[in-house]
């Protein structure tokens, strides 16, 4: 009534010999194998050391594209250069407000005024 039919057996088994690693002859002992492929630094922190090297890689780009010296000519980061350049000189420039209180207290300096006489 009912029958079987079997997959090729050897079909099956060259497919998964294929995938299967080689066998290794080691010259050691397995516990010695075993000590020998343990990372000797970093060890047990696999993440501290992804997420250092990711930050590091970042920082370094960061500082490749927008400050390293590539020389006179144009190239393809100079827009985005200029940009962070304009970006930086506005946030480190001093607003109009405190430009006209600087001025105040250099003119109270120089005339002797309420900041000291004169005086430093």
Not at 8 to 24: G, N, Y
Not at 31 to 59: A, Q
Not at 78 to 93: E, G, N, V, Y
Request: aromatic share 8%.
């Amino acid at each position: 009534m009912w029958r079987l039919t079997r997959l090729p057996v050897s079909r099956h088994r060259a497919v998964k010999r294929r995938l299967s690693a080689p066998p290794r002859d080691s010259p050691f002992p397995p516990e010695v194998e075993k000590e020998l492929n343990t990372p000797i630094v970093f060890e047990s922190h696999p993440k501290t050391v992804k997420y250092g090297t990711l930050g590091l890689t970042t920082v370094l780009t960061v500082w490749a594209v927008m400050i390293l010296d590539f020389g006179e000519k144009d190239h393809c980061f100079t827009p985005l250069r200029r940009w962070f350049h304009k970006q930086r000189d506005t946030l480190w420039a001093p607003a109009p407000e405190e430009v006209e209180m600087l001025k105040k207290i250099e003119s109270d300096l120089k005339l002797g005024g309420p900041a000291g006489e004169g005086k430093l």
